[in-house]
């Protein structure tokens, strides 16, 4: 079993920049992919970036491509989520996900953390 918890949420002004955390207890997530994923009011959930064990592929959505940057640090089994030039329509509950590369998503989620972007 795997546990995350999502940190590094809050309410920030268009143009401004979040770092979101994962951090991962319970089995290691070394080898696993881990992703990003997204939810906004009455939306579906989104993949917004993934990274492979290593740390040496990654992979964004097209939305926020240029804007965020995905990285892992696997001796503290924590990934991050650098966004820049955050803008309103970032606004959703930002969810880390375990085995996730690309859009599909693995078997294991956090409880999610907000991020509100005022314009």
């Known amino acids: 079993q795997v546990h995350l918890v999502e940190s590094g949420g809050g309410l920030v002004q268009a143009g401004g920049s979040l770092r979101l955390s994962c951090a991962a207890s319970?089995?290691?997530?070394?080898?696993?992919?881990m992703g990003w994923f997204r939810q906004a009011p009455g939306k579906e959930r989104e993949f917004v970036a993934g990274?492979?064990?290593?740390?040496?592929?990654?992979n964004y959505a097209d939305t926020v491509k240029g804007r965020c940057t995905i990285s892992r640090e696997n001796t503290k089994n924590t990934v991050y989520l650098q966004m820049n030039s955050l803008k309103p329509e970032d606004t959703a509950v930002y969810y880390c996900?375990?085995?996730?590369?690309?859009?599909?998503?693995?078997?294991?989620w956090g409880q999610g953390t907000q991020v509100t972007v005022s314009s």
């Open positions: 990274i492979n064990w290593s740390g040496r592929n990654t």
């Open positions: 319970g089995r290691a997530v070394v080898g696993y992919a």
């Open positions: 996900n375990a085995g996730a590369l690309g859009p599909a998503p693995g078997n294991f």
